[in-house]
């Protein structure tokens, strides 16, 4: 009964999206085109802008991913910052279409956004850390609406056999984004966590949705570190 591409609700649920496209076609996230004429419209998401999602390539600096003019080791942010991790390297850079999807993602609820970036973080697992096992960045209590990241880390297992480990739970605690570096180290340790009876081991490969300053991911690399694993890397979706 359950095909691949998941159990038979799933697969209801996606046919009624795809005919639900066909009668009101949309508009693109990223434009606002019409989506209408468009061949693939799994992703409310129009050709000519998915031409503009073009990966990070080299050099890049290998401590935070971030795109470097020249190859110079790691980037000053890196040089001072002492991260738990590493290495981290991001798909892409956090700006124009990929930060306006990215947020449609985050923020806008926008799930089907995931089919569209989930393969480019699996190409990414499976050129730097492959068969290495995945653990999401833990979501933030009380957050409504489905995880971005969590949404990332199933679609990896059920459609590229990623495996995922869900090692690490989160306490609530003070909001982030207006905080430094500093603060936001500081604001996160001992809230992320490794969860009850959860044993970490060998190398592991930390996944998050956008890396801005570092800290999210150097405390889930500290968490893991502290409780047994031997290596983290991290990557994620973009770079801010
Ligand atoms: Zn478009
Ligand atoms: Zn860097």
Redesign the pocket.
């Known amino acids: 009964m359950t095909a691949a591409g998941g159990p038979p609700v799933d697969q209801v649920r996606r046919a009624m999206a795809r005919v639900a496209g066909i009668i009101f076609p949309g508009r693109c996230l990223a434009c606002g085109a019409w989506m209408d004429g468009e061949t693939d419209q799994s992703v409310p998401v129009c050709a000519r802008c998915r031409i503009g999602l073009v990966p990070i390539t080299d050099p890049?600096?290998?401590?935070?991913?971030?795109p470097?003019l020249v190859e110079e080791g790691?980037?000053?942010?890196?040089?001072t910052?002492g991260y738990a991790f590493a290495s981290?390297t991001a798909v892409f850079a956090y700006r124009g279409i990929v930060r306006d999807l990215v947020i449609a993602l985050k923020s806008g609820g926008r799930r089907r956004l995931v089919l569209l970036f989930a393969p480019f973080l699996a190409r990414l697992l499976s050129e730097r850390r492959p068969g290495t096992a995945v653990v999401p960045v833990p979501s933030r209590p009380g957050r409504s609406g489905p995880d971005p990241v969590e949404l990332l880390a199933r679609e990896l297992e059920r459609r590229y056999g990623v495996q995922v480990l869900r090692l690490l739970r989160r306490r609530p605690g003070a909001a982030q984004k207006s905080l430094s570096l500093t603060d936001r180290l500081r604001n996160l340790q001992g809230r992320i966590h490794v969860a009850r009876g959860a044993r970490p081991a060998g190398a592991l490969v930390v996944i998050d949705d956008v890396f801005t300053t570092?800290a999210t991911v150097d405390a889930c690399a500290r968490a893991l570190i502290a409780a047994g694993a031997a290596r983290v890397d991290a990557v994620t979706l973009a770079v801010d």
């Open positions: 890049r600096c290998p401590g935070c991913g971030m470097l790691r980037c000053t942010r890196c040089r910052a981290s570092g």
